[in-house]
């Protein structure tokens, strides 16, 4: 009996290695506020924008890429903003259109984090 | 790759906690429950060297998860940044802090395994031993939420890392207590050692309980601003969901303590031989799964930062709400014409397609499960001999699921299997969760089958179960649309929870007597019940 109940443990440890919960890439670093919110893009200029995270970065080990239409992707510069959890990228010049900025950060507690900021860039009246 | 990479990492947060529970809860034991210098209290050696040993096990497993966690991270940081992570990684205060809290857990290892299981009958070694454990508890603080916060992170991170050590007392000694109860039913302790180290552990648990909460508390203060925050975010529903297992654990605890404070007043020993046991054998499925639900919160956003992604209590509500089920499925094509504007960053265009199709999976899947708890509850009539069949449902639900879950991968779409599998962490979740049930029904029919009333077969079910749920618990849509995701999550979480009773009422309904062991079958079976509503009427929103 022995036996078998040990055979039915290895059993359960390896369907338990196996089934252990997995859980996709979580948010936990999170764009609390952003530049965006108050400064529009001006069409065709280069500019800087300011994200805030919830949570400190480690930048060194994040991306940042501007998505265009047909989902192109392009890795921007990102470097530390005055205060902390603050990060400054730099759009380069962009014509009339929906945006978006494609982030995964690496947050200081050690979370892969994934997120999305959309935006708009439209000619100023 | 990358999509077992994803899948470790998540997983690997609930294991080190357990690990960090039996060698943390293990010296705690040792010193305020075991108190091995009493002359009075006749153990063995080898029953001390046991218990030592346990301890010993939990320090040494806490090394290889510690370091395993950097690895995977690297891994991790390789797939997605597809570049070698140094020399930038190794500035980070995870690395940093990973490696001197696997340096302390190891000092720790060797000092159990070289000097405290040698010199278990001495106070001074038990205390070196606390001493040296300090580092690696201290060092951890680093590795938690808090230390990523931009305001009161000391205090977070302090709060947090009490909140772990008390947990720890708690779950350690849940292992310890299975421990004494599995060498006293093989007759190699004293019978009385049993009752009396159960009526010792019951303040030391008390004590965890009130410091858990009093830790959790001012925790839970800073991350919500809003009740609504608490039923309207990820963060906020695995938080419910962690006190509401809580309470079932607490409820364990509670039938254990009355039991053997019957013990000592009446010296009538039934319950604390024939249940208590399996009370805390459930106490720990139930405890197990807090740990991983604790650190799947810890990858989620706290509700404080979202108040703009907070879903409201009325939206809440909707996702359970009742509704006709959907029967009827798009086309194969239909899906995949409005899969490349769904996931589309720029320009997406949400598509009913697919929403239809997930609503259909999971009404379905709701149909199914009604049907076989409703036969389940017919079985326990011994006249219907036919409805013992009902876990042949899990089988067909298993083949449906193959089928029906990832429309775009292989054999319905164009994605090779293996591809699909190895390569996108939530087909490989689905594909897992698909050979669970399959399995679940397999072996559960082979168990009831079965004629051999030895037979350990019938465990399997409640084990696996609890892992399905254990599974769900930290199956988080939350990624690019959290208030959209969350809103999908909530629903799986609580058919988690109901899940974990599934598994503790079969777990029951195969060990207690009666009349326990009929109220904890109908319990197990109602869960399913419950399980199966939620799906039946479940509904995707539109994103």
């Given amino acids: ?125 | 790759m990358e999509g077992i990479a994803d899948f470790l990492d998540s997983l690997i947060g609930g294991v080190d906690l357990t690990f960090y529970s039996l060698a943390v809860g293990g010296l705690i034991w040792g010193i305020f429950v075991l108190r091995p210098w009493d002359p009075m209290a006749h153990y063995t050696n080898k029953f001390l060297s046991k218990s030592v040993h346990l301890t010993y096990v939990g320090a040494y497993t806490l090394v290889i998860t510690q370091l395993a966690k950097i690895v995977l991270k690297i891994w991790l940081m390789t797939a997605t940044l597809e570049r070698w992570p140094f020399p930038a990684f190794a500035n980070t205060v995870q690395f940093q802090a990973g490696l001197i809290r696997a340096f302390f857990a190891l000092i720790l290892a060797l000092y159990i395994r070289n000097v405290l299981k040698h010199n278990f009958r001495i106070t001074k070694y038990w205390l070196i031993g606390i001493v040296l454990a300090l580092p690696m508890v201290i060092s951890g603080a680093w590795l938690v939420h808090g230390a990523s916060r931009l305001e009161d992170r000391e205090l977070l991170m302090l709060f947090t890392v009490i909140h772990q050590v008390s947990a720890a007392v708690w779950v350690g000694s849940v292992f310890q207590l299975l421990s004494v109860w599995r060498m006293k039913s093989k007759g190699q302790i004293n019978e009385q050692l049993w009752p009396a180290l159960l009526w010792r552990f019951s303040p030391i648990g008390i004590v965890a309980v009130i410091s858990i909460v009093a830790s959790g508390l001012p925790i839970a203060l800073h991350y919500f601003d809003s009740l609504n925050s608490l039923i309207g975010t990820g963060y906020g529903n695995l938080l419910l969901v962690k006190i509401l297992m809580l309470g079932i654990a607490l409820f364990f605890a509670g039938m254990n303590r009355r039991a053997v404070h019957d013990y000592f007043l009446s010296a009538n020993n039934h319950d604390v031989n024939y249940r208590v046991p399996y009370y805390i054998e459930a106490e720990a499925f139930v405890l197990v799964t807090l740990l991983f639900t604790a650190a799947s919160l810890a990858s989620q956003p706290p509700a404080i930062d979202i108040p703009h992604l907070t879903a409201s209590w009325q939206e809440v509500l909707n996702t359970f709400a009742p509704r006709i089920p959907r029967i009827e499925s798009p086309s194969h094509e239909a899906l995949l014409a409005g899969e490349e504007g769904r996931v589309a960053i720029v320009g997406q265009v949400p598509s009913e397609a697919a929403t239809a199709w997930s609503d259909y999976n999971h009404n379905v899947s709701g149909i199914f499960l009604t049907i076989m708890s409703i036969f389940a509850m017919l079985s326990y009539y011994k006249k219907l001999t036919w409805a013992k069949y009902w876990p042949i449902g899990f089988v067909l639900l298993g083949i449906f699921l193959f089928f029906r879950s990832d429309a775009e991968t292989w054999p319905l779409g164009p994605i090779g299997f293996w591809e699909s599998t190895f390569n996108n962490g939530e087909v490989l979740q689905h594909r897992i969760a698909t050979l669970l049930v399959f399995m679940l029904g397999l072996l559960e029919m082979k168990a009831r089958l079965t004629q051999d009333p030895d037979s350990k077969l019938p465990y399997l079910f409640p084990i696996l179960a609890a892992f399905g749920g254990l599974m769900l618990l930290a199956h988080s849509h939350v990624g690019f649309e959290p208030k959209t995701a969350f809103l999908i999550q909530v629903g799986h979480t609580l058919m988690g929870l109901f899940a974990l009773i599934l598994a503790c009422g079969r777990w029951l309904e195969l060990k207690l007597d009666s009349p326990g062991k009929e109220i904890a079958g109908f319990i197990s079976v109602f869960a399913l019940f419950q399980i199966g509503i939620i799906l039946l009427f479940y509904r995707e929103p539109l994103y």
Avoid: C, W
Wanted: proline share 5%; no cysteine.
């Fill in chain 1, 1 to 125: 009996m022995l036996n078998q109940l040990s055979r039915h443990f290895k059993l359960t440890a390896l369907l338990a290695l196996i089934l252990l919960p997995y859980s996709q890439l979580h948010a936990h670093a999170v764009v609390t506020d952003t530049s965006l919110n108050v400064e529009k893009i001006a069409p065709n200029k280069a500019t800087k924008v300011r994200l805030t995270f919830n949570s400190q970065v480690e930048l060194g080990l994040s991306q940042i890429f501007l998505v265009s239409a047909g989902d192109k992707m392009q890795l921007l510069n990102a470097e530390p903003g005055g205060h902390q959890g603050n990060v400054i990228i730099d759009i380069p010049p962009l014509t009339p259109g929906e945006y978006a900025l494609k982030l995964s950060i690496f947050a200081a507690d050690g979370h892969l984090s994934e997120d999305i900021v959309r935006f708009f860039v439209a000619e100023g009246k």
